[in-house]
């Protein structure tokens, strides 16, 4: 039979058991830190606003992207956006004439809402540095017309999404970024338009916070 001594030492016990469950409560969620990685597989939507009068346009596609972030505070991250070089088809009303490749890394400060629980949306907007290479037209376009690209775009981007968290440290994440991205469009070195592309980007993918 438990007496008054014992249930003393049970009520004392298990206080102790409390206080001591909080602190390691605190060390496991100190131990989601600043940092966070994602991979998200994205599909590149392109606006394809053409002045040259040649109906130029790029292809739609899914690639691969990664991005870093650091949060320098719960509600405040900036965010790298990362790719390698993804090779686009060139076209004019519809007829493939060449392709290039474009590398687009983002930059992007962000603000996270932290009140929903294990759901977190956050906004963003930053700077996107497009660097275009490898362009090549048919030979029927490049005797006829001697056409050539700007290797190079900067922009304006904007971005929003969500976070959820689905395991220790591992989230789902829905992401899309609206981005300015154009090229002067040039027949010899005279400029004659410009292809605009400004593409919307529409991610799903994982992220793990350390």
Known sequence: MMTTKNLKKVAMALALAGSAAVPLAAQAQAQEGPWMVRVRALHLDSRNKDTTGLDLSINNRWIPELDISYFFTPNIAAELVLT???????????????????????????????????????????????????????PAVKAALHPGLDNSSVGAAAQIGFDYKIAPNVYFNFDVKKVGLDTAVKSGTTKVGELKIDPWLIGVGIGYRF
Do not use: C, E
Not at 87 to 112: E, F
Not at 114 to 137: E, L, M, Q, W
């Open 84 to 138: 390698y070089p993804q090779k686009q088809d060139l076209r004019a009303g519809g007829d493939h004439i060449g392709s290039l490749k474009h590398l687009p890394p983002t930059l992007l400060m962000q603000y996270h809402l932290t009140n929903f629980g294990d759901f977190k949306p956050y906004i963003g907007a930053g700077i996107n540095f497009t660097r275009i290479s490898n362009v090549h037209f048919s």
